[in-house]
């Protein structure tokens, strides 16, 4: 069992940078991969960016384009997600997720954290 909860968003103007992170507890979150999800009121979720357990592998949705960056700390037990240059467009809840299986696929995920609130203002 793990238990992810996220934090770090918040109302940014466009053009800033915000770091989400992902606090995990439970036994061997370091065999897990790690995604992040967003989800913006009316749209469907999308895939951010995920990094593999087993050698840190990153992987970034085609949107990405070099603004976001996903990094893990296993000593902490933490996942993070800087973005930066943000824009009106990345406004959205922004989940946290792990699994065992293809981390390309938001159906292998087994744990969701709660989400948290990214509102970039024009």
């Known amino acids: 069992q793990v238990q992810l909860v996220e934090s770090g968003g918040g109302l940014v103007q466009a053009g800033g940078s915000l770091r989400l992170s992902c606090a995990a507890s439970?036994?061997?979150?370091?065999?897990?991969?790690v995604g992040w999800f967003r989800q913006a009121p009316g749209k469907e979720r999308e895939f951010v960016a995920a990094i593999s357990w087993s050698d840190g592998r990153q992987y970034y949705g085609d949107f990405v384009k070099g603004r976001f960056t996903i990094s893990r700390d296993n000593a902490k037990n933490t996942v993070y997600l800087q973005i930066d240059s943000l824009k009106p467009e990345d406004t959205a809840v922004y989940y946290c997720?792990?699994?065992?299986?293809?981390?390309?696929?938001?159906?292998?995920?087994?744990?969701w954290g709660q989400g948290t609130q990214v509102t970039v203002s024009s």
């Open positions: 439970g036994r061997r979150f370091s065999t897990y991969s």
């Open positions: 997720a792990a699994t065992r299986d293809s981390l390309l696929t938001s159906s292998s995920y087994n744990y």
